[in-house]
């Protein structure tokens, strides 16, 4: 009630009528959100072919070239030339595994091999028990692209559902 004593015409804290514009509202957002999603992906960049070997734990809790503690139960690398925090893809070209580490260190230093990688990365590609094995490995590129949108259930010009 207002304060002359005559009635607003409400039905309530807020009329039906800015509930139903607030409703309208919230759906068009949700229509346009959805239709402008984006999807985070990764794809290769250049690559290169050479040995891997890993390195553990000798290592475990020093200090990286990049200045973090090695982990040696981590997804990380050292690569002689690679920014740091460059995600990479390593294929063992033995078993064609695959696993996906990041730069935080520098090396190897021995001839012929082109990344060190973790404990963890090594044993995920399956190299623990030989030291090394053959690689590709692959600079990802991280990319925004839009989300694929789903499919309508509907059959256009009728009203019944597709089954599934």
């Known amino acids: 009630m207002a304060m002359n004593g005559k009635s ?23 229509a346009f959100l959805s239709s402008c999603a984006k999807k985070t ?33 981590a997804m990380t690398a050292a690569h002689k030339k690679l920014p740091f ?22 090396g190897p230093f021995i001839r012929g091999r082109i990344i060190d990688l973790s404990k963890k990365a090594a044993k995920e590609i399956a190299m623990l028990d030989s030291g090394t094995a053959p690689v590709r490995i692959e600079t990802l590129e991280v990319i925004e692209v839009e989300a694929p949108k789903k499919p309508s259930r509907f059959v256009r010009g009728s009203h019944k559902r597709i089954p599934k």
């Open 8 to 30: 607003c015409g409400c039905s309530g804290p807020i009329s039906w009528k800015v509930a139903v514009i607030l409703v309208l509202i919230a759906i068009l957002v949700g």
């Open 41 to 73: 992906v990764m794809r290769p960049k250049h690559s290169a072919e050479g040995h891997a070997s890993w390195y553990g734990p000798g290592f475990h809790g020093r200090t990286t070239a990049n200045g973090e503690r090695y982990n040696q139960y």
């Open 85 to 106: 925090n460059t995600k990479v893809r390593v294929i063992n070209l033995n078993n064609n595994k695959s696993v996906i580490v990041r730069i935080n260190d520098r």
